[in-house]
């Protein structure tokens, strides 16, 4: 079993940045694929960007592409969205997500946390 929580959203201004962080618990952390996923009001949960179990691969979505980085600290079980840049249209729940490397699917969910960028 995974348990994971995120932390770090807020509201800010279009133009500034955030970080989210989420904190797994679990010994087999360095094992999991890592994702952000997101939710505005009103429209479907999409993916974000996800990492590798351990960092070397990463992809997103293209509308993030350039501003947001996904990375991971497996020392402290935790992954990182660094997220710069930010629009309007970006604000919404952030969730995180990890399933194990013998899944296509993501088994373990956080709770999320709200992001709000303000024009």
């Known amino acids: 079993q995974v348990q994971l929580v995120e932390s770090g959203g807020g509201l800010v201004q279009a133009g500034g940045s955030l970080r989210l962080s989420c904190a797994a618990s679990g010994r087999t952390f360095s094992s999991y694929v890592m994702g952000w996923f997101r939710q505005a009001p009103g429209k479907e949960r999409e993916f974000v960007a996800a990492i590798n179990w351990s960092g070397g691969s990463t992809r997103y979505t293209d509308s993030v592409k350039g501003r947001f980085t996904i990375s991971r600290d497996n020392a402290k079980n935790t992954v990182y969205l660094q997220m710069n840049s930010l629009k309007p249209e970006d604000t919404a729940v952030y969730y995180c997500?990890?399933?194990?490397?013998?899944?296509?699917?993501?088994?373990?969910w956080g709770q999320g946390t709200q992001v709000t960028v303000s024009s």
């Open positions: 997500a990890a399933h194990s490397s013998s899944s296509t699917t993501y088994d373990y």
